[in-house]
């Protein structure tokens, strides 16, 4: 079995709940849950999340011996940006592009499929 990560892109230029009423919101994540669960029903489903905004962001510059530099942002110049992402197992790309799909239709935003492979301590699982 491999993993897949699907980066969920948001293109509001700010957070998940950006514009969305109570309800609306309310309705968003009755369709994010179901989608969970039935992940979890399939066995698929490894880990994922919601991101904050960019702007809630700090980067650590530097390399191997160099000071290390510790700055906000990064400073978006783009309207898009990864606002979440699951982790899934899945037999092969058709089967993570089939998932894809179904976080399109309960989020309403693109999603990148790209093959994940653990580093460390996860790869050990």
Known sequence: MKQ???SVYDGSGSGPSTARTQEEMRAFMGRVIALEEEMDRAGVFVFGGALHGPDASTVVKGGTGLDKVTTD?????AKEHIGGFYVINAEDLDAAMA????VVEAIDHDIE???FRATG???DH
């Open 4 to 6: 897949y990560l699907l």
């Open 73 to 77: 942002g990064p400073f978006v110049e």
């Open 99 to 102: 998932w894809a799909e179904k």
């Open 113 to 115: 499929v790209r093959p």
């Open 121 to 123: 301590r996860l790869a």
